[in-house]
């Protein structure tokens, strides 16, 4: 079963399982986009084939709320407005250790290395370099320790990952970028929680809320 957060007839807007990949890659696993197709022509029971358009995506071990569109005019507009930045997200990840500082931005140059699918961290601009920027704010609470919320301005593959591990907070669970262990689960903490945005047709604010998933979060 899906975990549906919004829906209307352009858009739908669900809180991804970690593991889920958004769409096919070489490891044939089902798709979260053909999983919901098969929701929405099951419970609409329609005859012919159910449009999902890919808007963005998260990396599979990630969690959160992700947006599909369900007409062909939504997505046009989602892709123009994700290429203007019209589209806010606000990520928390849960790290192995507290940041130096309370509140920050960070401004790197990122390099990812598609033959190892792991993305290198620079402090000065260099060729091929990508300009990443975020900003972070450690959220202290005694229900989770060491947790960070995150607003990325830039959208790099990785970049929340990268970045993080780059000035000791590594995301829990995440081996890739130096995490001692796994999660059993081979998922890491960093769940996209928040996402804002002008609806695409009808113009209206939207402000979606994700759940975070109980498992290795406490």
Known sequence: MLDVLFEDNHIIVVNKKP??????????????????KYFIKNR?????????GIVHRLDRPVSGAIIFAKTSKALKRFNKMFQNK????????????????EHQKLVHFLVKDPS???????NKEILKGKKSELIYTHLKTNQIKNLLE????????H????????????????????APSANKDKSIC???KNIEFIHPVSKEK???HAPIPHKNWK
């Not at 019209?86 to 790290?95: G, L, P, S, V």
């Open 86 to 101: 019209e589209i806010q997200k606000t990520y928390w990840a849960k790290c192995t250790d507290a940041p130096i500082n």
């Open 159 to 178: 970049q929340i990952r990268a970045q993080l591990s780059s000035i000791g907070c590594v995301i829990v669970g995440d081996l890739k970028y130096g």
């Open 190 to 192: 960093l769940h996209a």
């Open 19 to 36: 593991g889920e990949i958004t769409q096919g890659d070489k490891t044939g696993d089902e798709p979260l986009s053909e999983k919901v």
């Open 44 to 52: 609409d029971k329609k005859p012919g084939n159910v449009f999902i």
């Open 116 to 122: 190892r699918n792991k993305t290198s961290v620079y």
């Open 150 to 157: 995150v607003k990325p301005l830039t959208g790099r593959p």
């Open 206 to 208: 939207i402000t979606i």
